[in-house]
């Protein structure tokens, strides 16, 4: 089992900068694939952005946050971090950090965070 703790939402200007963390723990060293989603009230849960570290850490970004956001990984610290930059009103949302266990299907994400809220203000 992997636990995730999200932390570093919060209320921002438009325009404006965030940093979330996600700090995993227990079997870290059996998921590959780390990732963010997000969910808007009303909204379908969007996979933000995702990093592998199968695959040599490449990353994937959503077309609605390629060149704002930035996905890393500190494999020391077990620490995911997004850092969120020019941001927006639809950046709006609540942040989910979520991990795959090697080997699962790509549609499939094992692991979940318990959520941050993201609020950008026009």
């Known amino acids: 089992q992997v636990q995730l703790v999200e932390s570093g939402g919060g209320s921002v200007q438009a325009g404006g900068s965030l940093k979330l963390s996600c700090v995993a723990s227990?079997?870290?060293?059996?998921?590959?694939?780390w990732g963010w989603y997000r969910q808007a009230p009303g909204a379908e849960r969007e996979l933000v952005a995702s990093?592998?570290?199968?695959?040599?850490?490449?990353?994937t970004y959503s077309d609605s946050v390629t060149g704002r956001f930035t996905i890393s990984q500190d494999l020391l610290k077990n620490t995911l971090v997004l850092q969120m930059n020019s941001l927006r009103s639809s950046d709006t949302a609540v942040y989910y950090c979520?991990?795959?266990?090697?080997?699962?299907?790509?549609?499939?994400?094992?692991?979940w965070g318990q959520g941050t809220q993201v609020t950008v203000s026009s």
């Open positions: 979520a991990a795959r266990r090697c080997g699962t299907p790509v549609s499939i994400w094992n692991y």
């Open positions: 227990g079997s870290t060293w059996s998921a590959c694939t």
């Open positions: 990093i592998s570290r199968d695959n040599e850490g490449a990353t």
